[in-house]
């Protein structure tokens, strides 16, 4: 009788929330004008045959408004539409994502073969159909071709073979790979990888571009423009090709399935948005999204304008705060009629996490920097209350490294492993390992009979690396450890990095996401505390050095996660990875938990929810004015 009555139950709820759209869909009134005057399709006829129905945060919003954007990490809500999706943040659990570019999939073969479905009618903002020609298009023509991409992508490679693509039909797609890669369907809700751009490119436009479609004569102006020869249509391309999901699309009429396209560059850091006409999402009650008609974003690289800007009024929404200045933003919230909101980073753990480079040409270095011990008196020297209360202003949680809050892989020790400030311990720890003789001024004598030295380099990734390193400095010459910082440009600490020749760095740590799971704790990425291990996993053993058993069984460890398409499985592997890193402290962590200033406009509603400050709002589409 139960079974009954609850499917009656549910073929009514889906009776009703079918029959709101009966009557056809809702639009904006800067659309109905259009669509009178002919100038557009019916809404019904914009639309894919099955929009993705979204469920607002607060309320069904009003069309209408501009909104008033500045700085890079807001325009990710805007600019970042993924294959597929899951809220707030993406998941590790494939039972949590849902349908969008791609409405269905299915997971074949063990995890070898992956079977997707795009959303039937969808077009692009210029009203071209989406079909897996984009697909094909993408794989064939941008990553198989060497005058577009040198590189293949590695998350569409498994055990050094490429991805096949198989085109079903104009809507069905198969990926396989010679082995089970059962990570790969998240990745396609996550930062970056999750971008539809990775696997849909808009091919009826960027054919006119591409030398297998277009001849000499067509390639020849746009050539001219860029100042570019025959033999360079590939760097042509490149630059018409938006291959990065936040570069504020390059061109006027570059054809999305985003929200908001561009139709307006009034100047180098001005960049004008406009609803997307053909935006495949509406509201529970039939509204075609996005509410908002209109963004404009400026590009703001000084804090003191962006507060200026923030005080005033001018800005709608704003991440890109300094957390010293949440007095100020509190005492001008009447007059720039905002409300200042303390948001948590989801995506980070430790603001400031230092990792040595263990595979550094110096055997002095690594016969110290290897043994853990010597790793664990570091961590017991950092006094992160300290750091808490004068960097953090006490909002803070002193911690390991150890994913990011909320992570299903984190047991609670791992957070407590060596984090007590303990110099007298890690005095005596220094002193077990043969630290135990010092020099005239004090510091510890390494094997070599010279003062073990370490010399931090970075760059500014975050505002707040620079007096954090000051006092880890401070904290290790305090137990006699020579202790040296730098901060150097960008360009050259990746190059130095790349060279194995770095011997510590900082960095903000990124929590574990799809795309890049676990980069910190196991060396597979550009940022790592082991180059040339990275290289030896990367090339299968042709290159770099092999790695000492410990850091195999990482290797391991995160091929099995990446291979799994079992949840369950895939959290045990996870937290094998970060116990390792618990006992071994391959990085050290200090204060996580960091909240972020957020500015919103009094009448700014369907923001907050679910927000990650990190890497910006999420599901703009739903923003609205009241």
């Given at each position: 009788m139960f079974k009954r009555t609850h499917k009656i139950f549910l073929s009514c709820f889906i009776f009703v929330l079918m029959s709101a759209f009966v009557f056809g869909y809702n639009e904006a009134p800067m659309f109905k004008e259009r669509v009178a005057k002919g100038e557009l399709p019916s809404v019904e006829e914009r639309l894919p045959d099955s929009p993705k129905v979204i469920k607002v945060r607060e309320k069904i919003g009003k069309y209408g408004g501009t909104l008033n954007l500045s700085k890079g990490n807001e325009m990710r809500a805007l600019l970042v539409e993924y294959a597929l999706e899951s809220y707030p943040n993406p998941v590790f659990d494939e039972k949590l994502v849902e349908g969008n570019i791609i409405r269905s999939w299915k997971v074949l073969d063990e995890?070898?073969?992956?079977?997707?479905?795009?959303?039937?009618?969808?077009?692009?903002?210029?009203?071209?159909?989406?079909?897996?020609?984009?697909?094909?298009?993408?794989?064939?023509?941008?990553?198989?071709?060497?005058?577009?991409?040198?590189?293949?992508?590695?998350w569409l490679m498994n055990s050094g073979k490429r991805a096949n693509l198989n085109i079903v039909d104009d809507y069905t797609f198969e990926i396989s790979f010679v082995n089970p890669y059962g990570l790969f369907l998240l990745q396609l809700q996550s930062i970056a990888r999750g971008s539809y751009h990775m696997l849909i490119n808009p091919s009826h436009y960027l054919k006119q571009f591409h030398a297998s479609y277009a001849t000499e004569e067509e390639l020849e102006p746009f050539l001219e423009k860029e100042k570019l020869t025959q033999d360079r249509w590939g760097e042509l391309f490149t630059r018409k090709w938006q291959s990065t999901p936040w570069n504020q699309r390059k061109d006027v009429g570059y054809p999305v399935l985003d929200p908001f396209v561009v139709v307006e560059k009034p100047s180098d850091n001005v960049v004008i948005f406009e609803r997307n006409p053909y935006y495949h999402k509406v509201d529970e009650e039939g509204n075609q999204l996005p509410y908002?008609?209109?963004?404009?974003?400026?590009?703001?690289?000084?804090?003191?304008?962006?507060?200026?800007?923030?005080?005033?009024?001018?800005?709608?929404?704003?991440?890109?705060?300094?957390?010293?200045?949440?007095?100020?933003?509190?005492?001008?919230?009447?007059?720039?009629?905002?409300?200042?909101?303390?948001?948590?980073?989801?995506?980070?753990?430790?603001?400031?996490?230092?990792?040595?480079?263990?595979?550094?040409?110096?055997?002095?270095?690594?016969?110290?920097?290897?043994?853990?011990?010597?790793?664990?008196?570091?961590?017991?020297?950092?006094?992160?209350?300290?750091?808490?209360?004068?960097?953090?202003?006490?909002?803070?949680?002193?911690?390991?490294?150890?994913?990011?809050?909320?992570?299903?892989?984190?047991?609670?020790?791992?957070?407590?492993?060596?984090?007590?400030?303990?110099?007298?311990?890690?005095?005596?720890?220094?002193?077990?390992?043969?630290?135990?003789?010092?020099?005239?001024?004090?510091?510890?004598?390494?094997?070599?009979?010279?003062?073990?030295?370490?010399?931090?380099?970075?760059?500014?990734?975050?505002?707040?690396?620079?007096?954090?390193?000051?006092?880890?400095?401070?904290?290790?010459?305090?137990?006699?450890?020579?202790?040296?910082?730098?901060?150097?440009?960008?360009?050259?600490?990746?190059?130095?990095?790349?060279?194995?020749?770095?011997?510590?760095?900082?960095?903000?740590?990124?929590?574990?996401?799809?795309?890049?799971?676990?980069?910190?704790?196991?060396?597979?990425?550009?940022?790592?505390?082991?180059?040339?291990?990275?290289?030896?996993?990367?090339?299968?053993?042709?290159?770099?050095?092999?790695?000492?058993?410990?850091?195999?069984?990482?290797?391991?460890?995160?091929?099995?996660?990446?291979?799994?398409?079992?949840?369950?499985?895939?959290?045990?592997?996870?937290?094998?990875?970060?116990?390792?890193?618990?006992?071994?402290?391959?990085?050290?962590?200090?204060?996580?938990?960091?909240?972020?200033?957020?500015?919103?406009?009094?009448?700014l509603k369907n923001v907050v929810g679910g927000m990650d400050p990190q890497w910006g709002p999420s599901m703009a589409e739903q923003y609205y004015f009241e």
């Open positions: 995890g070898r073969k992956f079977r997707f479905t795009l959303r039937e009618g969808l077009k692009w903002s210029d009203g071209y159909p989406v079909t897996t020609e984009d697909v094909r298009f993408t794989f064939e023509d941008i990553y198989s071709n060497k005058n577009v991409q040198q590189i293949y992508p590695s908002i008609d209109r963004v404009r974003y400026e590009e703001i690289n000084n804090q003191e304008m962006m507060n200026m800007k923030i005080m005033s009024g001018e800005l709608d929404f704003t991440i890109n705060t300094a957390l010293g200045d949440l007095a100020l933003y509190k005492e001008n919230e009447d007059n720039g009629n905002y409300n200042t909101l303390l948001v948590p980073i989801k995506s980070i753990n430790t603001n400031a996490c230092y990792f040595p480079n263990l595979t550094l040409e110096d055997e002095v270095w690594r016969e110290v920097m290897r043994n853990p011990k010597f790793r664990h008196a570091l961590s017991l020297a950092i006094d992160r209350d300290e750091i808490n209360e004068l960097v953090y202003y006490g909002f803070g949680n002193p911690t390991q490294a150890s994913d990011a809050p909320g992570s299903p892989f984190v047991e609670p020790w791992y957070r407590d492993s060596y984090v007590e400030y303990n110099p007298e311990k890690a005095n005596e720890i220094l002193d077990s390992i043969g630290l135990d003789k010092r020099d005239n001024d004090g510091w510890r004598i390494g094997p070599d009979g010279n003062a073990f030295t370490i010399n931090i380099e970075f760059f500014e990734v975050n505002e707040n690396l620079v007096p954090a390193t000051e006092l880890v400095v401070s904290y290790w010459q305090a137990i006699g450890i020579k202790t040296n910082m730098k901060v150097i440009d960008g360009g050259l600490w990746y190059q130095r990095q790349g060279a194995n020749t770095t011997t510590m760095s900082v960095w903000h740590e990124d929590a574990s996401r799809p795309g890049s799971p676990f980069f910190f704790y196991v060396p597979y990425e550009n940022i790592n505390w082991g180059p040339d291990w990275r290289a030896w996993f990367n090339s299968e053993g042709t290159e770099g050095e092999e790695p000492p058993l410990e850091v195999k069984k990482l290797f391991k460890l995160y091929e099995d996660f990446l291979a799994t398409i079992s949840n369950e499985e895939r959290i045990e592997l996870g937290k094998e990875i970060l116990k390792s890193q618990a006992e071994n402290l391959w990085v050290i962590g200090t204060v996580n938990n960091i909240p972020i200033p957020v500015i919103v406009k009094k009448n």
